[in-house]
């Protein structure tokens, strides 16, 4: 699914170091950039094709930006949907030249989002805006269909491995990780793989989530608060 692996390095007790993502910008950076620092930057569909744009001038280079794009985005809409990865926003999804999404700090996992006096800020099961969309050609677009085909495969495919996921997941228990201390912690990991369902209703079911992030206002609200909270990024 072209999503990037970097390494992390434990040297003692919360001591550690993380291999720098190199030649990549934060959304919340590109979107600072392409629309001079304005928070309305937020809500334009059109910054991130921009930048690639800029960063892909020949027609086979942004060809194959576009299809990074469309396939490190399908990877990690499933992969932050099933492990339920939360606070999920445009300083931490970043983008290369060559069109590769990547997500960092991993700090909230398996359905624990961010709230806000008691209500939860993060209302999508993960991000896909409508400027991820135009960066894939839009809604009815070729690409916007192989990214929803790519998404429903990769979903049926996990379901079908869940117990190496399950396993994984069990003999992190006594790592002390603070969302992750009893087995109770993995159910909901087992309901996002909807495992009561046939491979067609799992199909809709995750087709169905796409159209629900799509629509998310709340997304692209969380967003904006971002580039107005942080302004110091270099235009």
């Known amino acids: 699914m072209r999503l990037t692996c970097y390494e992390c390095l434990a040297m003692g007790n ?3 170091m993380i291999e720098v ?10 979107q600072k950039k392409m629309y001079g620092g304005n928070v309305s930057a937020a809500f334009q569909e ?3 094709y921009k930048w690639l744009k800029d960063k892909n001038t020949s027609d086979d280079e942004f060809l194959n930006a576009q299809q990074n794009f469309i396939y490190s985005c399908a990877g990690y809409c499933v992969a932050t949907y099933v492990l339920g990865v939360g606070d999920r926003h445009n300083d931490n999804i970043l983008l290369t030249p060559t069109g590769h999404l990547v997500h960092i700090d991993f700090g909230h996992i398996l359905g624990n989002v961010e709230k806000f006096k008691g209500f939860k800020r993060e209302t999508a099961p993960f991000v896909l805006t409508k400027e991820f969309v135009y960066v894939m050609g839009g ?3 070729e690409g916007f269909r192989l990214f929803v085909n790519l998404c429903c495969d990769t979903f049926l495919i996990l379901r079908k491995n869940y117990h190496g996921l399950v396993n994984l997941f069990t003999m992190m228990l006594s790592t002390g990780l603070p969302e992750l201390r009893r087995t109770e912690d993995m159910v ?3 309901n996002s793989l909807v495992l009561d369902m046939n491979e067609v209703d799992a199909r809709a079911y995750f087709e169905k989530l796409i159209n629900v992030a799509l629509e998310a206002v709340m997304t692209r609200v969380n967003n ?3 580039i107005f909270a942080h302004p110091d990024v270099k235009i």
């Open 46 to 48: 059109d910054p991130l």
């Open 14 to 16: 919360a001591v550690g």
């Open 139 to 141: 809604k009815n677009s």
């Open 21 to 30: 993502v190199l030649r990549s910008e934060t959304i919340a950076a590109i």
């Open 188 to 190: 909901y990991l087992l």
């Open 224 to 226: 904006a608060i971002h």
